[in-house]
């Protein structure tokens, strides 16, 4: 025998509509990620390359080995191609999303930094 439960129907389409718009929500967050990426992939040189390796402090092997036509795929290095050229990540997030999904994502990005800038050990000079 089946039980009738209306609430549970009304919930479950609920759940469902906020999900679908969750995943929405992420795909239009990661695009516009990936047009900054895009752009910073574009503006790329061996030589940004060479100068962003020189002032790593734990990857610098790394990188240095892995050379420019390998790393030049971090993201990491896209970031600093871009923040190069003044154009910031943040911005183009502002200019990119609306204002529902930058709030999304800068709740993510900005703890996220905070966590990894309190974790990092302090400069030796």
């Not at 040189?45 to 790394?62: A, P, S, V």
Request: aromatic share 16%; proline share 2%.
């Amino acid at each position: 025998m089946k039980t009738e439960r209306p609430f549970d129907e009304k919930f479950s389409k609920a759940a469902k509509k906020s999900m679908n718009e969750y995943f929405r929500q992420q795909e239009r967050i990661h695009k516009a990620i990936m047009e900054y990426d895009v752009k910073g992939f574009e503006l790329s040189t061996e030589n940004l390359y060479q100068e962003w390796i020189g002032g790593l402090r734990r990857m610098k092997k790394y990188f240095k080995d892995l050379g420019y036509n390998k790393g030049r795929y971090s993201g990491l290095f896209l970031r600093y191609v871009m923040e190069r050229n003044d154009f910031g990540l943040v911005e183009h997030m502002k200019n990119s999303l609306s204002k529902t999904d930058y709030e999304e994502w800068s709740r993510f990005y900005f703890f996220a930094t905070e966590e990894s800038t309190r974790n990092q050990s302090p400069r030796k000079k």
